[in-house]
């Protein structure tokens, strides 16, 4: 029963003898709890994932009016969504230019959705790749043009390096994957964030690794830099560096 919690941040300013308790400036109560949620700042609508409405996948709020937040609808064609980006599309695409389109890690696909109408969103592509373990998190390049994703369970499937697969959504009705980086150790990757040319990447027991990307369109990330938070091993295991 948790719900949507709406905090006003500027609260942080006044406070003088930390720790301090707030309250919520507002509540939504369309879900009981979610995994993560993603926000459209251009349009101000927001999709919390794992939340176990529409069959687990996005459930759409408006929060144009943080003080407000309103259902706008869900979906829930493609199964359990586990985390995803939501935006205002102005990427490469053509066709899908000024729609509202998400692109969905959900377990053993990557797929695209058009949530333009979001009490009809609809399914554009979805794609599952050689040696699926958990289509766990991705993110845009700058340009809009190739997605980035983290398998959260390959490494201990199957045993291979820590992967970072590569997808180009030139074609958002046609997924293609492009390839895979692979590192020379086999911890298990959990969340990457891009920012301009350069992956950040936490990938729980190697510790934060960033890559440059600036040559994704060769299917190739080189790495630049490290912080090693457990630095005794690499082990393919749930501890270490978790989140961005």
């Not at 459930?59 to 937040?69: A, F, K, M, T, Y």
């Not at 845009?140 to 490494?155: A, H, I, P, Q, S």
């Not at 060769?218 to 270490?240: I, T």
Request: glycine letters at 10%; a negative charge.
């Amino acid at each position: 029963g948790h719900g949507l919690q709406v905090m006003d941040l500027l609260q942080l300013d006044n406070v003088t003898n930390p720790p301090v308790v707030f309250e919520e400036d507002a509540w939504y109560g369309g879900f009981g709890n979610s995994h993560t949620i993603n926000i459209d700042q251009a349009s101000g609508v927001l999709m919390a994932l794992g939340s176990g409405t529409f069959n687990g996948g996005p459930h759409i709020v408006d929060v144009q009016d943080p003080l407000n937040p309103t259902l706008l609808g869900g979906f829930d064609a493609d199964g359990y969504t586990h985390d995803g980006f939501l935006l205002t599309y102005n990427g490469p695409d053509p066709d899908k230019q000024g729609r509202l389109i998400a692109v969905l890690c959900n377990e053993d696909a990557l797929t695209v959705a058009d949530c333009t109408d979001p009490q009809d969103c609809v399914l554009i592509d979805t794609y599952s790749y050689p040696q699926t373990g958990y289509v766990h998190q991705g993110w845009f390049t700058k340009d809009l043009r190739y997605y980035l994703v983290n398998d959260e369970l390959d490494e201990l499937n199957f045993g291979n390096g820590t992967r970072t697969h590569m997808f180009d959504l030139l074609d958002l009705d046609n997924i293609e994957h492009i390839g895979f980086y692979e590192a020379d150790n086999t911890s298990i990757d959990h969340n990457l964030i891009i920012l301009d040319q350069f992956v950040y990447e936490s990938n729980y027991r190697s510790g934060v690794r960033i890559f440059d990307a600036s040559r994704i369109s060769d299917s190739e990330m080189h790495p630049v830099g490290y912080f090693d938070l457990f630095p005794a091993n690499d082990s393919p295991l749930f501890s270490g560096t978790w989140s961005k």
